[in-house]
């Protein structure tokens, strides 16, 4: 029988990358020691501070929300109903459903509701851009407006190592300089607008949160995104995996190897000025910020339906 590296009772898993076995008991010390440490080393936030938690429904960040509550921070949840039919009716629901029986609070931001279209009402009339960057670019500013207008200062999400590699590994593969210098588990904030982001669970992988999740029964949407199957990162985290299968610790060194001795090499780059969007005054670097750019689309193809129905 396998036992338990720490205190010798039965295993319950084996760590590969971390060539150790553990028992439930001490599989929940580990967990714990990586996320306070995270917390820690990156200063992400302290026990006093409210945090805005993005709450997707998905395993990540459900049991992030579970870990960071029941460890005595101050967490908001801040959920996107997105309105992809089934898979936002389900999530809006798992992070109701939770943030009810813990007695949490949650915020809702429903888009029909707050900018009058879904995410598949926008794709369809932007069809250059991928759903996924404009949910992303929307959701980004939505939760920028929430976060200033409600006085947040941080925000966490629950992207974790396999995320981060495949992020990673998809801007090396591109060179892309920009967004390597600003691949960090703490970001700070560049404009007094906009929290400082940050991810406490940056240096454990799915397996590991997935695990967690079991043991504490927590509940969380398994459905990918649909819109989402298409992504680049898929199949960036498929390659990792191949590797990771053949040479146990590859993710876990490419993306330590990168914060410690290379991230610094892109860091020094000219630093990125932010003025007021002429529409909203949110921080842009353009003179128009890309959501108001999205609405402008989207309200001149609602104009464009309009004419071809009257003409
Ligand atoms: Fe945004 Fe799927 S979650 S497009
Ligand atoms: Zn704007």
């Not at 039919?85 to 809702?108: C, H, N, T, V, W």
């Not at 998809?170 to 390597?180: A, E, M, P, R």
């Not at 927590?218 to 053949?246: D, H, Q, V």
């Not at 000219?270 to 309200?299: A, D, N, R, Y």
Request: glycine residues 6%.
């Amino acid at each position: 029988m396998v036992k338990c590296s720490r205190c010798k009772k039965p295993a319950f898993t084996k760590l590969a990358r971390h060539n150790a076995s553990f028992c439930e008991e001490c599989f929940e010390l580990f967990f714990s020691r990586q996320v306070n440490e995270a917390i820690k080393k990156y200063r992400m936030f302290h026990k006093t501070e409210p945090v805005l938690l993005g709450v997707s429904g998905g395993k990540d960040s459900m049991s992030l929300w579970h870990y960071l509550h029941r460890s005595g921070y101050q967490v908001v949840g801040i959920h996107f109903d997105l309105g992809i039919g089934e898979y936002s009716y389900l999530s809006r629901k798992i992070a109701e459903d939770f943030a009810q029986s813990y007695a949490l609070p949650l915020q809702i931001i429903a888009l029909s509701e707050t900018i009058g279209y879904s995410i598949p009402q926008i794709a369809q009339r932007i069809r250059h851009r991928s759903p996924c960057s404009l949910c992303g670019s929307i959701k980004r500013y939505l939760l920028n407006q929430f976060a200033f207008s409600n006085h947040f200062t941080v925000y966490a999400t629950g992207h974790n190592l396999d995320d981060e590699t495949a992020t990673l590994l998809g801007n090396v593969l591109h060179w892309q300089t920009d967004y390597l210098a600003h691949q960090n588990p703490s970001l700070p904030s560049p404009h007094p607008k906009m929290p400082r982001k940050v991810k406490p669970f940056y240096s454990l992988t799915e397996e590991e949160i997935s695990l967690y999740a079991r043991i504490k029964e927590i509940p969380f949407i398994t459905e990918p995104c649909p819109l989402s199957k298409k992504a680049k990162s898929l199949n960036y985290k498929e390659a990792l995996n191949l590797l990771e299968k053949y040479s146990p610790g590859t993710k876990h060194n490419f993306f330590f190897g990168f914060l410690e001795k290379a991230s610094q090499l892109f860091s020094s780059h000219g630093e990125v000025v932010l003025k007021g969007c002429e529409i909203c005054g949110m921080p842009t670097t353009q003179k128009t910020c890309s959501f108001c750019k999205i609405m402008q689309k989207v309200h001149e193809r609602k104009d464009d339906h309009v004419h071809s129905r009257t003409e």
